[in-house]
């Protein structure tokens, strides 16, 4: 039982993160067709990174203790990916150069939403053989 609670809770994890990446590209989006402006754009990105950053830390560092080696083994990437933006101070986006990096963002954080994707099919998957497991008991 106890390993379907932490299933349960690493997928409301993902999704907080799925929501945080499309509120980012929704962000980059209206920027793109001119609905918003670069300062307002970079400025709601900006307050929405670290907090992303730490909840992905949480959920390897979560998945470390509660015994899942495979799946924190699967966030060690994203997580090393986030610790190198940050550490070369990259992590935000800038007011002055977000149009012409406007491309490389928004595929960055496509690909950060196809990797927690992945995560979260897994999340699923494990948690159904967890209550499928249960439910044999």
Known sequence: MADLFIWLISF???????????YQLMCLADLEFDYINPYDS??????????????????????????????????????????????????????????????WEKKQRLFKLAYLVVLLFFSIFWMIWSALEDMDD
């Open 42 to 103: 970079s400025s709601r990105i900006n307050k929405v990174v670290l907090p992303e950053f730490f909840l992905q830390g949480f959920l390897c560092l979560f998945y470390l203790l509660t015994g899942h080696w495979v799946t924190s083994l699967l966030c060690a990437p994203y997580l090393y990916y986030n610790v190198r933006l940050y550490t070369r101070k990259q992590h935000l986006v800038d007011v002055t150069e977000i149009f012409n990096l406007l491309h």
């Open 12 to 22: 409301f994890i993902l999704i907080a993160l799925l929501v945080l990446l499309v």
